[in-house]
C-alpha cells in the first residue's frame, strides 16, 4: 500500500492559463474522488469515479473544470482558463467497493493563480 | 441538503486533558457519520465511524456515540497527548441518498497539545 500520491504538490499560475493534475490512487481502489478545499474550510465534493465512470458531478465543477480516468488507473483533473477563485488545494482519495467509507486522501496539490 | 457543523477552533489543551470536539448534522434518512484527521503534512485519514444510532466508533483512545435524537457525533478523548495535535474534520455520508458517494465535511477543528 503506497497510498495515493497527487502531483504536482504545488502549482502556480497565471489567470487565464489552464493547469493539469495528477492523482495516483492506491491500486486496488476501483472509487475515485475529487474534493476541493479552501482556507479554514472543510474539503467540499468536486467529482466521484467508479472504475473509468465518472457517476457523480458537484455543481462547483463548472464548465472550466474536466475530470478523467481513463482505464480507471489514474485520474486527472484539469482547469481552464484559471480565475483567482480557483486557488486551493485540490484533494484526490480512493476507496475499495467493499469498504467505500474508508477514504484514502493524499497529501493534495496547492493551486495558486496569481 | 445534508450538511455538519463542528465547533470552531483552534482549540489548546495541555497534555493529558479531556477533549470534546462538538459535530452536530443535517441529513435525511440514515447517514453514517465520520471523523477524519489530518496530521501535519499529512493527507487527511479516516479516525473513527459509526453507521446507525446508537453506534460508538472508537479508536486510539478517541470516541464518539452516533446520537440521532440530538443529531450529534461528538469526539471524545479522555487524556490527549502532544501526538494528537491536528485538525480534525467530522464528516458523513448519506448512501440511500442520490448524493450516496459525497462525503460532505465541517471546517474542521485544530487541536494543539502543549506538554
Known amino acids: 500500500d503506497t497510498g495515493v500520491s497527487q502531483n504536482p504538490r504545488h502549482k502556480i499560475t497565471k489567470r487565464g492559463q489552464n493547469v493539469t493534475f495528477r492523482c495516483d490512487p492506491i491500486s486496488e481502489h476501483n472509487r475515485l474522488y475529487w474534493y476541493r478545499q479552501t482556507l479554514g474550510q472543510g474539503p467540499e465534493f468536486l467529482t466521484y469515479?467508479?472504475?473509468?465512470?465518472?457517476?457523480?458531478k458537484s455543481r462547483l465543477l463548472s464548465d472550466r473544470f474536466s475530470a478523467e480516468r481513463p482505464k480507471g488507473s489514474f485520474s486527472t483533473l484539469e482547469i481552464q482558463r484559471t480565475e483567482q477563485g480557483d486557488s486551493a488545494m485540490y484533494l484526490c482519495a480512493s476507496s475499495s467497493t467493499g469498504f467505500r467509507e474508508k477514504l484514502f486522501f493524499g497529501s493534495g496539490t496547492q493551486l495558486s493563480v496569481l | 441538503g445534508d450538511s455538519v457543523t463542528q465547533m470552531e477552533g483552534p482549540v489548546t489543551l495541555s497534555e493529558e486533558a479531556f477533549l470534546t470536539i462538538n459535530c452536530t448534522y443535517t441529513a435525511t434518512g440514515y447517514p453514517s457519520l465520520f471523523w477524519y484527521v489530518q496530521y501535519p503534512g499529512e493527507g487527511l485519514q479516516l479516525l473513527l465511524k459509526a453507521t446507525k444510532a446508537d453506534d460508538k466508533g472508537s479508536n486510539k483512545g478517541f470516541e464518539a456515540t452516533y446520537r440521532k435524537e440530538t443529531t450529534s457525533f461528538h469526539l471524545e478523548k479522555g487524556s490527549v497527548q502532544v501526538s494528537d495535535s491536528a485538525v480534525y474534520f467530522c464528516a458523513l455520508t448519506n448512501i440511500l441518498s442520490n448524493t450516496g458517494n459525497q462525503f460532505y465535511f465541517g471546517t474542521g477543528t485544530s487541536l494543539t497539545v502543549i506538554p
Open positions: 469515479f467508479q472504475n473509468e465512470a465518472q457517476l457523480e
